[in-house]
């Protein structure tokens, strides 16, 4: 058992930028593997880890702490970390940590609600599928992600406006992976598309984005 | 001129939120007050400074930051701040972090976008007015916001599980004030009713949250 316990589905986006993070800056942990169709993250159990039972989660020597963005930072200072994905320099902190908070409603949530709308609540839980109307307002928040995403990689190349790749890029690299299902189209998007070949070439990036849809699969 | 300058409306909440920890810090600042009928975020010279041009925004020292959350870590950092508000204990500043992540989603969203639905769109820009069938996933929406917070204050009493108001605590409450314009009715809510009333009843907070009524009024 290490002294860091990572809780979460490997098919969770925000669960694979915490590992890949881990994994970038040689911080050994146990990772706890649920089993998504059985809701490992409703048990009594993980809602002492994590009250809000939503993955990922960690125990550290006894701290347990939840939301993906605060664990790296909470890590980072922990392990004492200072290396290109999340670097002590307060100047490019602050423009990561500003990503990130942008990241839930910018990034995050245009591909995950339509996700789930799409395939996983007709799947799981019985909801109908989508029409042609229900589908219009997640196509629009989709394309308005193309605009910004396309505006921020032309502007500036990492989606946290430094000069290297950092842990930001990471988290919304796992999204716009993860959006192969929808199916996300790169092929309109030139910009998206080469910001998003680099970042999967990334070794402990593209190992995790496999696991995912090996997982997928197996749905 | 100070080091700081900080731009924003007095009407947007996360604007108050990074006031009041400069206020409770001791951190001096110039205030840019912008003005919300001009629409002052959307100048080509605000982009420098914000290039998503949303309040608020700083520079300090020559180095420009958005995203109030970030912000006040990028403060902290800068200025060496130890405080209640956002200490330096790791823990307690990863369940601050924690709770300011899942904050857009779930606090800050069901109040600013129902807001904006009922009075400020069709005030400024000509929406229709809700009716019951477009007013309802707003009612739905504020409903589980109500059971959440319920729900953490009454585990906990403060929104992010710290044995003394935080920040975080400050963030909530910025946006809980704001919706007493929808009405937000606390009379039914009795434990938000009671947290409510003890952040209110720090100075530093009420002074600004007495500011953002009285523009409110001039609108």
Redesign the interface.
């Known amino acids: 058992m290490s002294e860091l316990e990572i809780y979460g589905y490997i098919v969770s986006q925000p669960l694979l930028s915490v590992l890949a993070f881990c994994n970038l800056s040689g911080i050994p942990y146990t990772f706890h593997e649920f089993d998504y169709l059985k809701r490992e993250d409703l048990t009594e159990e993980y809602a002492k880890i994590n009250?809000?039972q939503q993955v990922p989660a960690i125990i550290h020597n006894g701290?347990n702490?939840?939301?993906?963005?605060?664990?790296i930072?909470?890590l980072a200072?922990?392990y004492n970390i200072d290396n290109q994905w999340y670097p002590k320099d307060?100047?490019v902190?602050?423009?990561i940590?500003?990503y990130?908070?942008?990241h839930?409603?910018n990034i995050r949530?245009p591909i995950t609600s339509y996700l789930r709308a799409k395939i996983y609540r007709p799947k799981y839980s019985g909801a109908p599928q989508l029409t042609t109307e229900t589908e219009a307002p997640y196509i629009e928040k989709l394309n308005e992600f193309y605009l910004k995403l396309t505006w921020?990689l032309t502007?500036t190349h990492y989606v946290a406006?430094t000069a290297q790749p950092t842990i930001a890029d990471i988290f919304a690299f796992n999204e716009c992976a993860s959006g192969k299902e929808i199916p996300l189209d790169f092929g309109m998007h030139p910009v998206i598309k080469a910001w998003h070949c680099e970042i999967e070439a990334i070794p402990e990036v593209k190992i995790l984005d496999d696991a995912y849809f090996e997982a997928v699969k197996a749905f």
């Open positions: 009250p809000n701290y702490l939840w939301e993906s963005a605060a664990i930072a909470y200072d922990s307060p100047k902190r602050g423009r940590n500003a990130l908070h942008w839930h409603e949530n921020i502007d406006r």
